[in-house]
């Protein structure tokens, strides 16, 4: 069964630091890993990740995938008070339009 | 600006009642999905649809149906909610291989009392 997996659940952190957010992924036809930040409402896209782009960067974000360790991580340097939010990961499989999304991770990060 | 629309960000509702969530893109999507949220248990799928008429179970349909009469409308039925439907819906709509990932609606919090 295909599957996704987030660590932490939760992290609690101070402004300034920087922090790493894991994603797992168990999939049978793997074509992209997706990264979202949810505040109080919809998900908004963050990165998109695939075979032919493993590194992507904006501002203080930015995110890996590991092929080979089916896995990606989340990096946000000098975090603010705006970063708390849900981060959710999800692989899209080539063989359906049906993301498969992992557990999500909250973060909070105070002043 | 492309857009999903949910009808309601906020509804409370009594044990019982039959409640309509209504989700609206304006993108020509084909594919249209609801999803439940709730801490610790990450986005649940409920159902999905491909194309109009049609529609396939997700993960969690039991007390649930849908309804997708026009392309653009994708219908949430609670046909006897109860408390433990509580939660946070998300409507979500794709292309049809979702290379891209979903463009989401900004969710309806119901409260079943």
Same mark, same amino acid.
Not at chain 1, 56 to 67: A, Q, W
Not at chain 2, 90 to 113: D, H, I, M
């Given at each position: &069964?295909?599957?996704?997996?987030?660590?932490?659940?939760?992290?609690?952190?101070?402004?300034?630091?920087?922090?790493?957010?894991?994603?797992?992924?168990?999939?049978?036809?793997?074509?992209?890993?997706?990264?979202?930040?949810? &505040?109080?409402?919809?998900?908004?896209?963050?990165?998109?990740?695939?075979?032919?782009?493993?590194?992507?960067?904006?501002?203080?974000?930015?995110?890996?995938?590991?092929?080979?360790?089916?896995?990606?991580?989340?990096?946000?340097? @000098?975090?603010?008070?705006?970063?708390? @939010?849900?981060?959710?990961? @999800?692989?899209?499989?080539?063989?359906?339009?049906?993301?498969?999304?992992?557990?999500?991770?909250?973060?909070?990060?105070?002043? | 600006?492309?857009?999903?629309?949910?009808?309601?960000?906020?509804?409370?509702?009594?044990?019982?009642?039959?409640?309509?969530?209504?989700?609206?893109?304006?993108?020509?999507?084909?594919?249209?999905?609801?999803?439940?949220?709730?801490? #610790?248990?990450?986005?649940?799928?409920?159902?999905?649809?491909?194309?109009?008429?049609?529609?396939?179970? #997700?993960?969690?349909?039991?007390?649930?149906?849908?309804?997708?009469?026009?392309?653009?409308?994708?219908?949430?039925?609670?046909?006897?909610?109860?408390?433990?439907?509580?939660?946070?819906?998300?409507?979500?709509?794709?292309?049809?291989?979702?290379?891209?990932?979903?463009?989401? #609606?900004? #969710?309806?919090?119901?409260?079943?009392?």
């Amino acid at each position: &069964e295909d599957k996704v997996v987030q660590s932490p659940l939760s992290l609690v952190v101070h402004e300034g630091d920087t922090v790493t957010l894991n994603c797992s992924y168990e999939v049978t036809n793997f074509r992209s890993l997706l990264w979202y930040k949810q &505040e109080k409402k919809a998900p908004t896209f963050l990165f998109m990740l695939t075979s032919s782009g493993i590194e992507k960067k904006s501002g203080r974000l930015s995110s890996i995938l590991d092929k080979k360790e089916l896995s990606s991580i989340l990096n946000i340097t @000098a975090t603010q008070t705006g970063d708390s @939010a849900i981060y959710l990961c @999800a692989v899209v499989p080539s063989n359906t339009g049906k993301l498969i999304f992992g557990q999500g991770t909250t973060l909070q990060v105070k002043p | 600006d492309v857009k999903v629309t949910q009808s309601s960000r906020y509804l409370v509702k009594r044990t019982g009642e039959k409640v309509f969530l209504e989700c609206v893109q304006d993108m020509d999507h084909e594919n249209m999905f609801w999803y439940r949220q709730d801490p #610790g248990l990450g986005l649940r799928l409920i159902y999905f649809s491909y194309d109009v008429k049609m529609k396939e179970k #997700g993960d969690i349909p039991e007390g649930y149906s849908v309804s997708r009469e026009k392309k653009e409308r994708f219908s949430l039925i609670l046909e006897s909610a109860s408390t433990n439907q509580t939660s946070m819906y998300l409507c979500a709509s794709s292309t049809p291989q979702g290379y891209y990932g979903y463009t989401f #609606g900004s #969710g309806t919090r119901l409260t079943v009392v």
